[in-house]
């Protein structure tokens, strides 16, 4: 998404743009103080920074009909999770929140980085993991079999796509630097499915590893038309998930605010 940006292949209208690379749960915790003016951050976690944010219509990842995977190292009934044990990458990711929409019933939940997951499972550290990012994709090749995919989950009980990790701008900002702000990150995005490869060339520094092919499938799954803007589908999806949320006292009531581009 930010390619372009970077490499300078866009307008960016005046305004000089500083990147700043952490892993999620690192953002989301900087977004709980509102410490970035620009951040992509769980949705997870905007029910808790919503004072300091909006949520720009566009650079949502959105898993229709797919979203983070439960895996284990052997198949078990989904009914018996209250008596396993889960590593789980961060309190704020939107994977948990959903983890705990479709059973908050476990033995026990592990809090690690998402990338300690997989291997917490092989060791029989865990008896159950749930996986974010590349690990969506690679849980096969690394012997771990799918218990349940929380985003086919979500869309069949909703008939949506579940949004995972927003962009959102700083509030203080001002509504017509907010616009301008989502312009520059439309137009990068916009840049970069037009640029497609040169861009995946540069995304897959940040890949951990992942082949191109692997990395191209990933981009296909989270950014895609419903990155360049989710439209009203999108909205009702972030504000269902928000709103399922708070009904199961799981994240404070918020109301979400979205800021589109300039023309």
């Not at 969506?136 to 579940?162: A, H, M, N, Y």
């Not at 269902?240 to 799981?250: N, P, Q, Y």
Request: proline fraction near 4%.
């Amino acid at each position: 998404m930010f390619y372009a940006v970077k490499h300078k292949k866009i307008n960016t209208r005046g305004l000089k743009l500083v990147d700043v690379i952490e892993e999620i749960e690192g953002l989301n915790q900087r977004a709980l103080e509102g410490q970035l003016e620009v951040t992509a951050m769980s949705l997870h976690a905007y029910a808790y920074a919503a004072a300091h944010y909006d949520i720009m219509t566009c650079g949502v990842s959105m898993g229709d009909g797919y979203g983070p995977v439960i895996v284990a190292q052997k198949a078990f009934d989904p009914n018996s999770a209250s008596r396993k044990t889960i590593a789980v990458p961060g309190r704020l990711t939107t994977a948990y929140l959903l983890l705990q929409l479709w059973n908050a019933e476990w033995k026990e939940i592990q809090f690690l980085p998402f990338d300690k997951i997989v291997s917490q499972v092989q060791a029989g550290r865990a008896d159950a993991g749930l996986l974010i990012h590349e690990g969506q994709i690679q849980f096969q090749e690394l012997g771990c079999t799918k218990i349940v995919d929380l985003g086919r989950w979500w869309k069949l009980k909703t008939k949506l796509p579940v949004p995972l990790g927003i962009d959102a701008v700083r509030r203080d900002l001002g509504p017509e630097k907010q616009k301008k702000l989502t312009r520059i990150l439309r137009d990068s995005i916009e840049y970069a499915l037009k640029h497609r490869a040169a861009a995946v060339r540069y995304a897959l520094k940040y890949g951990r590893g992942m082949k191109p092919q692997m990395a191209d499938r990933f981009v296909d799954m989270y950014v895609n038309h419903w990155t360049k803007d989710m439209g009203a589908k999108g909205k009702h999806a972030v504000r269902e998930l928000l709103r399922r949320g708070a009904e199961a006292g799981l994240i404070p009531e918020v109301k979400a605010k979205f800021i589109s581009p300039l023309p």
